[in-house]
Structure formats: structure tokens, C-alpha cells
């Protein structure tokens, strides 16, 4: 778990920079990841 200070201080960095919302990928760079969405909706 991430500390709440540290995260507040990424968060507010990112806003300074521009960043409307900030999102994490908990799972995350996988190779080929953005084909899943495509295999699920792939007719069978």
C-alpha cells in the first residue's frame, strides 16, 4: 500500500503538469494486453 503523503504529492504533481484524472494500472505492462479487449469480443 501506498503511503497517503507520497500519494498526494504524485497526485498534485501530475495536476501541476496538466492531468485532469490519474489512473493506475495495477496490473501492469502486459505484451499484447490491448488484444484482450479484442479476443472477449471476437464472435464464437
Do not use: W
Amino acid at each position: 500500500m501506498i503511503d497517503p503523503a507520497v500519494r498526494g504529492r504524485i497526485v498534485e504533481g501530475l495536476k501541476s503538469l496538466g492531468f485532469l484524472y490519474i489512473g493506475l494500472d495495477l496490473q501492469g505492462f502486459r505484451s499484447g494486453a490491448l488484444n484482450e479487449v479484442l479476443n472477449n469480443a471476437a464472435p464464437k
